[in-house]
Every structure is written in structure tokens, then in C-alpha cells.
């Protein structure tokens, strides 16, 4: 009974966790339930020498939604947009250039 071999497939496991893909040049684009209908958008993984405020501001400005940028536990910077806004952050960075499209992950309900 001890040769008994079992498949170590994980289904929780992404694919880009894979071997060989890296992680790091994603951007998670990501919603958070808060209170009731309420809820948040938070756009993480951006390149650090990006501008991360002045991006945070035309976010604001385009999708008439309130934000902020908060400090991530990893010293990373993090946008949080008030409302579902994941498409449109996906095309806003796509328009603007800022990311390609294959480098957006949107996550969430």
C-alpha cells in the first residue's frame, strides 16, 4: 500500500505560475466587495517608474469616480477607484498605451 502514487495536479493553481511565466509585468486589476452594493476597484502591479499619481488623477477624471493610491504591504503602490470600474481601467490602459492588453488581469465576481 505504500506505492500508491497520487496526482499532485493543484486546481487552485494559475497558469501563470508556471515555470518559465513571469508574474511580475501583470497588472491585477481587481474588485472588492465593501458594504452592501458598494465596492471598490484596485489596480495593482503597475511598472514603478510609472507616474502611479498622475495616472490615479486622469482615472479619476475620465471615470468620474473618486480615488486614491495606498501603499501595498510589499512597498508596492496600489489605485483604489470607488465603483466597479475594472473595463474601463482595462481600456484605459490599453488606449493610453500604458500596458498591452495580454498584460491586464481582471479579476472578481
Known amino acids: 500500500m505504500s506505492d500508491l502514487q497520487f496526482n499532485n495536479f493543484d486546481a487552485f493553481k494559475d497558469a501563470a505560475d508556471e ?16 458594504n452592501g452594493r458598494k465596492c471598490i476597484t484596485t489596480v495593482a502591479g ?17 471615470f468620474s469616480c473618486n480615488g486614491a493610491v495606498q501603499k501595498d504591504e510589499d512597498a508596492s503602490e496600489v489605485i483604489q477607484l470607488s465603483g466597479d470600474q475594472r473595463t474601463n481601467v482595462k481600456e484605459f490602459l490599453v488606449d493610453q498605451e500604458i500596458c498591452h492588453s495580454d498584460a491586464v488581469v481582471l479579476h472578481g465576481f
Open 46 to 62: 503597475l511598472a514603478d517608474d510609472l507616474d502611479i499619481k498622475r495616472i490615479c488623477k486622469a482615472f479619476k477624471k475620465n
Open 19 to 34: 515555470p518559465g511565466a513571469s508574474q511580475g509585468d501583470k497588472v491585477h486589476v481587481r474588485v472588492q466587495q465593501r
